[in-house]
């Protein structure tokens, strides 16, 4: 089990020292916001006057709509860097604390190539990483990033993009030996034709995955089980390990929680809201947000392990 760090170690030491060099990053990036603003009035309010008296229709609309977002998005850029500089210097303290490295910005990872070959996530046109964590927990390998997926959707005026997946994506070194392919997710997403219960097997990632029948009644209606191996994914599953991906699911408010295991790892995928985001633009609010991405991470890292620990 990963130590919790101490918060008040944390801000007396050489993140307290970071924070307080942040202090006037952030008020500078307060003023430069809040000057570009007025830069934006300036320009633009003539320009839009323009644009109104014009006859050019009911581009009007989108003109005005399109410069009004650039505005913003232009305006607010100072204060989101010095948001995310933050932010970055707190996760990669606590990180460190806990014996793991951290970065802001990364690509898709292991995890997510495999539980997208493995259709654990919706379709989708564009994606974000951010927020990794990696290094070892309880003598296993860990890795823990979120991912922002979206889809385009609509067309015309009405073209837009639209969440399908936010969450975190989870892959840790497994304590059992296993050899086949076994995924768990919530029922009701392979239903048969005509909706008349689920299909019997899954053709995913080149292998044919067969349904399994769980050995707890209580479970049946919220869980299936499609495995390479029947005698494995119940070795692998049982109800009190279901009980701990609930858990695990609404710790963080989260929903259609998965699991994948394969080639010795266990790869967990939920919906959740935006973890992590311990930078503010308000330095009086740093020790709170510490605490808060503190608790976040000891909460995941603790049911993380549960799920990692042979059934007594």
Not at 108 to 133: I, T
Request: net charge neutral; glycine share 8%; proline share 3%.
């Amino acid at each position: 089990m990963i130590e919790r760090p101490d918060v008040d170690a944390l801000m007396a030491g050489e993140l307290g020292q970071f924070l307080q060099g942040q202090v006037s990053v952030r008020e500078d990036a307060k003023a430069k916001t809040l000057h570009r603003y007025f830069v934006c009035l300036i320009i633009g309010l003539p320009f839009l006057g323009f644009i109104w008296f014009s006859p050019i229709g009911d581009l009007r609309l989108f003109i005005t709509a399109g410069v009004g977002a650039a505005s913003v998005w232009w305006s607010r850029l100072p204060i989101q860097r010095a948001k995310k500089q933050t932010k970055s210097g707190i996760n990669a303290a606590i990180a460190r604390a806990l014996g793991l490295e951290y970065c802001h910005d990364c690509d898709a990872g292991r995890g997510f190539l495999r539980g997208k070959s493995h259709k654990m996530f919706p379709s989708h046109d564009r994606s974000g990483f951010e927020d990794l964590w990696w290094g070892e927990m309880a003598g296993k390998p860990f890795t823990l990033h979120e991912a922002h997926l979206e889809e385009r959707r609509g067309s015309g005026k009405n073209r837009r993009w639209v969440t399908v997946f936010r969450g975190p994506i989870i892959t840790i070194g497994f304590a059992r030996d296993f050899h086949g392919v076994t995924l768990l997710e919530r029922s009701g997403r392979h239903k048969k034709m005509l909706f008349f219960g689920e299909k019997d097997n899954l053709t995913i990632d080149g292998r044919v995955l067969q349904r399994a029948d769980m050995v707890h009644p209580d479970f049946e209606d919220a869980f299936t089980i499609f495995t390479t191996d029947q005698t494995e994914a119940r070795y692998l599953v049982h109800p009190t390990y279901i009980e701990r991906l609930i858990a695990l699911e609404n710790a963080f408010s989260g929903k259609d929680i998965k699991a994948l295991f394969k080639d010795g790892e266990l790869t967990v995928v939920l919906k959740a809201r935006d973890m992590f985001e311990s930078g503010s633009i308000d330095h009086h609010r740093d020790r709170e947000m510490v605490e808060q991405c503190v608790g976040q991470f000891m909460a995941m890292a603790d049911l993380c392990a549960q799920l990692n620990e042979l059934e007594r």
